[in-house]
């Protein structure tokens, strides 16, 4: 691998948001089951149906995001997927044992869309910045640099999980309770990320420059 490409400016950055959108969409993927099953009491096949709304928005966002950042470059497109997923991650936060399921199922799917619009538009970016004699290391190093971002932010996230239950087991909660604040913490790690991906979006290119 050339790692020649970590010069480019915009291959850097493109990556960064890249990776922060996996991140989003790994981390909670990961996070919301569990959620599920261990608060609100459902089964393993019940907590599935909750994500089927938002992996079915994934697959019809994607494609229509790629004419959206072909029509309107990157840079509008990057902070609008950076303002849905925080809009998507906000009621996370909040959730009690007692949130409706609705709720749950919607601000996952809204929450999709805008990592469905952010995801790949950032990663063809940053191929794009660079010189054709670059593109294959260009995308070997932006997968790899999403792949283990992606495995670190689950693994950060289990354990705020953790930190966060165990730091409300001494107030004689309900053993729901305690796991509902720990998942939490860990939503409010997730709209952290999300904000700084919208934070880094304005040193994006516009489509004019």
Known sequence: MNLRVFKNYTFNLTTILSAISNIALLSVKLVLPLYLQRVHGLSAFQAGLMLLPGAILEGITSPIAGRLYDKFGIKKLSLIGYAIIILGTMPMMFFTPETNLLLVAGAYAFRIIGIATVMMPTFTEGLNALPINLYVHGNAAAS??????????????????????????????????????????????????????????????????
């Open 144 to 209: 790899t640099v999403r792949q283990i971002t992606g495995s670190l932010g689950t693994a950060v996230l289990m354990m705020i999980i953790a930190f966060g239950s165990k730091h409300v087991a001494g107030n004689k909660m309900l053993l729901a309770e305690q796991l509902n604040y720990g998942y939490r913490y860990a939503f409010l790690a997730s709209f952290i990320f999300a904000l700084i991906g919208f934070v880094l979006s304005f040193w994006l290119k516009s489509k004019q420059q």
